[in-house]
């Protein structure tokens, strides 16, 4: 029998897995592929190792004054190296003549913007921080002591900011500071890694991410994320749990609503009364719980309300000249004709180019990340995995094509050179081949959508109310905290932590 049973290898899973570990319970990490990581990992084509999908890391911060992820795998025993970014990202609206390039400093960024946009420093410097009173809120309530608190008198008196912008999408609360509308377009790119537009999306939500990536910092991996992912894999297993690759969980098992062990697709029956499961709510609660009678009505419900987050269009490649010679001169980019997020959002749900894009040079920050002399750029747009339904195994490779090439015109155009010229390596990436390699509903990397109903704020306050089952536990982009690395690291360290608490209560 285990202590615990966590299924996936993700980030979350990875997390979870390390810290009950690291608290001595006997632990065994499920995984349906062959290798660790999920969405953390690195495609191979020829001489390139492309970075699957980290553009920055949030919660790093410098190695004097480390954020709560880095000292997290710190305290772990986790060997891995971040490079902190200087720069966010260069955004290019053609259509507005607007190419701007924003520091990856709160400060910094608002100077910059003040000199493009005058005006806009005094109330940007008010967005920023409440933004930044936000995220401190959130830090504190996923904490053990702002958990508890939370229903306190004191808690809601002292951090008023956080309960009076709660229930507003980003785009209403942004409106009340009065911003320039050119200095909001400059601002406005990170929407982008939530996945939900701005008219929808909670500003709790937002302005957290916004505070985490300008006033704490972004880093990437030296190693890439796959090498994060094998590095916690290895800190794992030292500290003697198991890891079981090519299996699949099929059933949880409930007895008296409580966890009492897992079935794998190899008809293996392994006890235990915890598990944490990166599986989607929707998945367990669909199909791995048995018996079906052990699910509440209010679980179906709950699922079939909240709206499954959006996937993403990729194209990876590999050009035979250094980044110089492609007029590549930035990290991170940020390209559109419009900036308007819902139109974005409606456009990723059909067959069509993103509206939207942002793009990736590796090289920039790692210069050695490809063989000398030689550049990875990475080309990615939202797009929901429902835009793919009637696609046929016949034109899948066309559509494919058309998009891709669409896109790598499109870049190509913004840089002033032709990229087709140089292109040693090629990979497109799909909501399909996510699903396939994640088991993810209609290839989602964004969890269920925050939107005000369902967002961290509701879900916190509602999260003992949605355990319907005892000793089962969520991890990965789809629990509370969130999408992004950071924000499933985190789920997993509080996944794990909850159950150590239900372990030494006896329940």
């Known amino acids: ?246 299996t699949r969980v099929e059933k949880i098992l409930v007895e008296s609503g409580k966890v009492t062990g897992i079935v794998t697709d190899k008809n293996e029956t392994i006890k235990t009364n915890y598990v944490i499961s990166s599986a989607y709510p929707n998945k367990v609660y669909g199909s791995m719980i048995y018996p079906k009678e052990s699910i509440s009505k209010e679980a179906y419900k709950l699922n079939n309300a909240r709206f499954v987050g959006s996937s993403a269009f990729c194209v990876f490649i590999g050009l035979d000249v250094p980044p110089e010679e492609l007029n590549i001169n930035n990290y991170s980019y940020f390209v559109s004709n419009t900036v308007d997020s819902n139109e974005i959002y409606e456009n990723s749900k059909n067959l069509a180019i993103p509206k939207y894009y942002t793009a990736v040079c590796l090289n920039k920050i790692i210069p050695d990340c490809t063989p000398k002399g030689t550049t990875q750029l990475s080309i990615a747009g939202l797009q929901k995995g429902e835009a793919w339904e009637h696609v046929t195994p016949e034109n899948y490779n066309n559509i494919k094509r058309e998009i891709s090439e669409s896109m790598i015109k499109n870049m190509g155009e913004v840089l002033g050179v032709n990229l087709f010229e140089h292109i040693e390596e090629i990979e497109t990436v799909t909501p399909v081949t996510i699903a396939r390699h994640t088991g993810s509903w209609n290839g989602s990397m964004f969890g269920y959508e925050h939107r005000t109903w369902d967002s961290f704020t509701s879900r916190l306050d509602s999260e003992e109310d949605e355990k319907f089952v005892k000793g089962l536990e969520f991890a990965g982009a789809h629990a509370s905290t969130g999408n992004g690395f950071a924000y499933c690291i985190k789920s997993g360290k509080k996944a794990a932590n909850t159950i150590l608490t239900q372990m030494s209560a006896g329940r």
């Open 1 to 246: 029998m285990y202590d615990a049973v966590i299924i996936g290898a993700g980030m979350g899973g990875l997390a979870a897995a390390l810290e009950l570990s690291l608290s001595g319970k006997k632990v065994i990490l499920i995984e349906q592929r062959n290798i660790p990581g999920g969405l953390a990992t690195s495609i191979i084509r020829g001489r390139f190792e492309f970075e699957a999908t980290l553009h920055g890391m949030q919660g790093i911060g410098p190695k004097e004054n480390p954020k709560i992820i880095r000292q997290f795998l710190e305290e772990a025993g986790v060997d891995t190296e971040f490079i902190s970014l200087s720069e966010a990202y260069r955004l290019i609206i053609p259509k507005e003549d607007l190419d701007i390039v924003i520091p990856c400093n709160s400060k910094d960024m608002i100077d910059v913007i003040e000199r493009e946009v005058p005006g806009s420093k005094i109330p940007l410097t008010k967005l920023m921080e409440l933004c930044d009173e936000i995220h401190d809120s959130i830090n504190y309530f996923s904490e053990n002591e702002g958990r508890k608190n939370r229903r306190k008198l004191k808690v809601f008196t002292k951090r008023t900011a956080f309960f009076r912008t709660a229930g507003y999408t980003a785009d209403e609360v942004i409106k009340k500071f009065h911003i320039p509308k050119k200095a909001l377009h400059i601002i406005y790119p990170y929407w982008l890694y939530l996945g939900v537009p701005l008219e929808k999306v909670s500003f709790t939500t937002w302005a957290s991410m916004m505070a985490d990536y300008f006033s704490g910092g972004a880093a990437v991996l030296k190693h890439n994320s796959y090498g994060l992912s094998l590095s916690m894999e290895k800190r794992i297993k030292e500290l003697g749990s198991t890891i079981k690759y090519n």
